[in-house]
Nanobody, 124 residues
């Protein structure tokens, strides 16, 4: 089992930056890659970004050029640097980890482990 705990969310103004962290524990060596998703009230959980342990990354079009996903293997921590935040970025942000290599990293179904989420609110 792998446990994931997010932190770093908060209330910020549009144009600001935040960095989310996701600390992993347990059998992290069993994971192949990780990602960030977000869910706004009344909406589905949407893909934000993903990274695998060879360093390859994928981003949703809505965050390309503004968000950066990275990981620190030694600290077993995943990060999401969010710049130029917009009100439409408001959501609960979840980190997730998957056990195997998959073709489609953008679907929540590809992930085996989830954190509890951290709220990000961007005011206009």
């Amino acid at each position: 089992q792998v446990q994931l705990v997010e932190s770093g969310g908060g209330l910020v103004q549009a144009g600001s930056s935040l960095r989310l962290s996701c600390a992993a524990s347990g059998r992290t060596s069993s994971t192949y890659g990780s990602g960030w998703f977000r869910q706004a009230p009344g909406k589905e959980r949407d893909f934000v970004a993903a990274i695998n342990w060879s360093g390859g990354s994928t981003y949703a079009d809505s965050v390309k050029g503004r968000f950066t996903i990275s990981g620190d293997n030694a600290k077993k921590t995943l990060y999401l640097q969010m710049n130029s935040l917009k009100p439409e970025d408001t959501a609960v942000y979840y980190c997730a980890a998957r056990k195997v290599r998959v073709r489609n990293v953008t679907t929540p179904h590809a992930y085996d482990y989830w954190g509890q989420g951290t709220q990000v609110t961007v005011s206009s």
